[in-house]
């Protein structure tokens, strides 16, 4: 009888000794740590399937882009016009007409002057008006 009461005695004495309890906060830590350490994971994977996701959106668009570009350089709108700009072919029936580059001859050549001097004779003519 004194055996049963031993065994009884020794479970409850197990659960409520300090080594139980100091075992039981290690494992508790652990799991605890395991738990923020994938949380972390499943937030940095969670990011970089957003910033992804921008990143699809982004080259989405720019291939749409890159469609009308292209949609448009085959048109005939296109075509006509670049044959008209460097090759110089006109419709039956359009008049060309050529425009001068600079119609003041004299505003050239002082923009001329002025790319030929230097920084200190730019900053005296600045300041003096000469």
Not at 9 to 24: G, R, V
Request: hydrophobic fraction near 40%; aromatic fraction near 12%.
């Amino acid at each position: 009888m004194m055996q049963s009461r031993r065994k009884k005695a020794i479970f409850p004495d197990l659960l409520f000794s300090k080594f139980f309890l100091i075992f039981c906060f290690v494992i508790f830590l652990a799991v605890l740590f395991y738990l923020a350490e994938g949380t972390i994971k499943s937030n940095r994977v969670n990011s970089e399937i957003n910033d992804l996701q921008g990143e699809i959106g982004h080259l989405e668009k720019q291939n749409q882009d890159l469609s009308q570009l292209i949609d448009y350089l085959k048109s005939d709108t296109f075509i006509e016009q670049e044959a008209k700009l460097k090759m110089g072919l006109k419709k039956p029936g359009e008049n060309l007409v050529v425009m001068p580059q600079n119609e003041n001859p004299e505003a050239q050549n002082t923009s001329l002057l002025e790319a030929n001097k230097t920084n200190p004779s730019k900053w005296w003519s600045y300041f003096f008006k000469s």
